[in-house]
């Protein structure tokens, strides 16, 4: 199947009945707020139940801040990871679901955390960080680490000159909704932190904490 591309997906949000769903890093993510437990597991049974008719394999987490459901397809040759028509297409299922057994959309609250590590000679790396993570070495794809299972974030390894410590090498991505990313970075600046470029906004900011210690807020806007 063809992934489409991040424009893409962001032009079908926008043209309507996906309105609860938000793109990240790899994956097309919606949250929803449920009114009891055994809404939620009604909920749940009947995704799985919907996807499993498509011949999808969503993920769904259920806890205390509602349902979290995330699409994606993997490339069964490559092991890529993005969003396919298939998806878009089990997404707006999903909100038709959502909705009849009223629950709330929140999309407002989707977020993604990725690792992000500096290094001159990934190849070296990566082999190391997959097994670690994930049992297996070669959970590679391109340049980042991702686990099957997706038990773990996706650890993505950003080409750098090679250099001596201390210089910061592990951040954090946190990929969230376009429409709260400004807000976030507002309360994290007033909660001490500072804005170090927001050159790429609001492809992304770079924030640092007060020892400098920085972090990239990321949303979908502005990438190909």
């Known amino acids: 199947m063809e992934m489409l591309s991040n424009r893409e997906v962001l032009r079908e949000i926008e043209a309507g009945g996906l309105g609860d769903w938000r793109k990240m890093s790899q994956p097309l993510a919606a949250r929803y707020r449920v009114a009891d437990r055994v809404t939620a597991a009604v909920f749940v049974a009947a995704v ?10 969503p993920e769904v987490r259920w806890g205390r ?27 707006r299922t999903i909100s038709d679901l959502a909705h009849e057994h009223g629950l709330t959309p929140v999309p407002g609250e989707v977020t993604q955390v990725e690792l992000g590590l500096d290094t001159a000679d990934r190849s ?13 070495p070669g959970h590679t794809v391109d340049d980042t680490v991702l686990d099957p299972t997706d038990r773990v974030p996706p650890v993505w390894f950003q080409p750098t000159d090679p250099h001596e410590p201390p210089r910061q090498r592990w951040h954090i991505d946190l990929w969230l909704a376009p429409e709260v990313a400004d807000a976030r970075i507002a309360a994290a600046v007033a909660a001490g932190g500072t804005v170090v470029d927001d050159s790429h906004a ?14 990239c807020v990321c949303t979908a806007l502005d990438r190909a």
């Open 65 to 91: 801040g509602g349902v979290d459901v995330a699409l994606c397809t993997v490339d069964g040759t490559t092991g890529e990871r993005g969003v396919t028509a298939a998806d878009l297409e089990l997404a």
């Open 48 to 57: 799985a139940k919907t996807a499993g008719e498509a011949g999808r394999e």
């Open 124 to 136: 070296a790396l990566a082999p190391f960080w997959s097994a670690l993570l994930t049992g297996e």
């Open 202 to 215: 609001p492809s992304y900011t770079v924030l640092a904490d007060p020892d400098g210690n920085r972090v």
